[in-house]
């Protein structure tokens, strides 16, 4: 990288044709500076932390993707306007605010620090560009056209793209994530981000179904399972069919998730994204969608039947009731990068997600809240599920006895007065039933 002083405009001008050495760069752990909250900015940002980076978003106002990245400190938010004192210790800049004057100021203080620097508003003067790219496992193709054309290089790149499915399949891990970073296609499909329901096949909804059968490509959470795909009667020879994610995932997953999705809708695909229970309860669909937004893709959200109450009402627990129950809250024990959720709201009755391997921290902390011990609780795993399991108990022992019946994920955790009585026909007794808790239960919290 050479430092220079002459001015960026006419440099740049009297250069008619660049040609941009295509390099792989290690950016993990590098500063690395993003001006701009915008469309443009938020993908270089996502991009650059999808790759380790240090990254800093320097904007007045950040896409809600950046927000969030930023509230789980996947990325630093200097929220106010550019000056060139962010520049200091940087060793990589982005200039894309939609401001052109102030991208090329970005870009000539960087050019004066020796900080390459890649200006989003006229990428031929920019001293590095983002390649389109696509790739399976270790294999990484890039595409570019020395910055003149981005919709013509990621034209290309989705051919490719499009080859390389076609490639023999090796495991289920095999698959093509490409990713645009020059611009978006311009033959954009659908996405359909659907609510599956909580297990059972035959619970998710009609519109849900009729999504699925009309998308080329369906991508599954994993936690549905290849007996639920089958049940729908979804061939996977004449639609691309794949299980990705859900639960906690590994950093970065969600977006490669993302990227998979884009791929196929940047190749005019309709594509179904098929979640567990309902997208948008604990389950990442609004993240998916500001994605899909911020690329400019086409989404329709289907509503699925939550675990929280599909999975409790099909085994005869009722979240409200007249006399008793008026309010319910549902929260989940782990958040954002698996740390463990501290605040449990206060309500008749209290559902807990994401519980299994932290219960007895949950039991704890609801206990020093105020909670009984002996409110009555009830897990369930696999609700609606062939192997479906309830443990009942009160707030005192549930920890010791799911962990006696091996209560696995997913489960979910209910206590007060929702699991304190169980309604259903004598007949309908198909499901384990443990209950502990002997003797008077007590509902109230001190
Ligand atoms: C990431 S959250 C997704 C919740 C989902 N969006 C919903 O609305 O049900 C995953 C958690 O949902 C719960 N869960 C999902 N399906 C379940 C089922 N069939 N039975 C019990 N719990 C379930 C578990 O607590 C699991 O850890």
Redesign the pocket.
Known sequence: MISRTTDLEDDHASRRVRRFLTLGIDVAGLKCVVVGGGRVGTRKAIRLIEHGANVVVCSPQISPSLLRAAQERRLAWERRPYGPALLRGVRFVVAATDDKALNLRIARDAERRGIPFCLASDRSRSRVIFPATCGIEDLAIAVHTNGRSPKRATEVRNLISRLLCRLPQQGSDLRVLARSSESAGTDKGKVYIV?AG??AADLITVRGLRAIRSADVVIFDR?LGRDFAEQLGIDPHRREVEWLG???MAPGRQAEINGRILEAAAAGKVVARV???????????AEEIDFLAEHGITFEVIP?I???S??LTAAGYALTSREHGRSFAVT?AQLAGGRFNEHYPKADSLV?????GVLDRVVGRLVADGWSPETPAVI??????DG?KEVVGCLRDIARLAKHHNIE????LALGVVAARKLTSPRSARRRVTRACAGEVNLSRS
């Open positions: 609510g909580p297990g936690i859900a639960g906690r979640k567990n229970g309902d997208p948008f309860v604990f389950g990442r669909g699925g939550s675990s929280v599909g999975a989940s807990v997600l994401m519980v299994v369930i795993e696999r609700g609606t599920q479906e994920s997913p489960a979910v």
